[in-house]
């Protein structure tokens, strides 16, 4: 029988124990639990990948934890923007929007340039003049407040530097683009990723997380990937598509393609984070190369978990 699958994330990187209070855990594990319940109750009900990828990462970008949508990190100018991607892998259609503000739901915006437009990917002013004609929902500034990240930003304003949340020396360490990767009953796959981006980035720069073929990759053939990580280096080794050649031409197991591109290839060049990810068949692998990753997975087969540390 089709086994189907969801796997989600909410960032990687220098996540430890020591640094977390339970209640800041427990807030966490209710995100991710909060997602699993959102994408896998659509794909028990014969919903598709898609669907159940969108409902997944929507809930994500909901909780201020993590950094997509409300309680994104702040760019270098005081302003959060954000990137969002989607891909079916059955049609190979994907849509994404980048450098984008007041959004409540990006990952529903890029949906939206798939489905309702000729276009992959919009960006700035234009995908938000796109947003107002589709009537996709907005929010003021203070929606998507957090003053966790802001006191982040705080600390490396007015620096050149641009940062990992993890980078950002506090007591209060917080992390989290969001992601998932889903396959339905039907065999069908897909995968959709959501970000503030880097915290105290440039204005105007755009992450892995709306590259198709970096941040986001499906395609029923191969594997559907969601990544999160340090963005620059996950766009130069084309993270997600690689995962996928690997598959399709050196026939490796998406476990072991992961596993190359995560922990050779990324590493290679210092590029920090992990990634999720699920094949037509309904296995599911969550690779990463920091301390830690937020991250779920629910199947049919009886699978369900949550974890943050390695
Ligand atoms: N990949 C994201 C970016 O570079 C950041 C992250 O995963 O936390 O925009």
Known sequence: MQQYTITIHGGAGTILKEDMTPELETGYKQGLEDALNAGFSLLEKGGSALEAVLAATRSLEDCILFN??????????????????????????????AAVRHIRNP????????????????????????????????EPDEYFFSPFRYEQWKKMQGTNEAALDHNVKLVDKKFGTVGAAACDRYGNIAAATSTGGMTNKQWGRVGDSSIIGAGTYANNKTCAISCTGHGEMFIRAVTA????????????????????VVHDKLMKIDGEGGMVGVDAKGNAAMVFNSEGMYRGIRSSSGISDTKIYK
Do not use: P, W
Request: hydrophobic share 45%; charged share 20%; aromatic share 6%.
């Open 68 to 97: 997509a949508g409300r309680g994104s990190v702040f760019a270098n100018d005081g302003s959060q923007e954000m990137d969002a991607s989607i891909m079916d892998g059955k049609t190979l259609m994907a849509g994404a929007v």
């Open 107 to 138: 990952v529903e915006l890029a949906y939206t340039v798939m489905t309702k437009s000729q276009h992959v990917l919009l960006i700035g002013k234009g995908a938000e003049d796109f947003a107002a004609l589709h009537g996709i929902r907005t």
């Open 241 to 260: 598509y690689d995962v996928s050649c690997l598959m399709e031409y050196k026939d490796l197991s998406l476990q072991e393609a992961m596993e190359v």
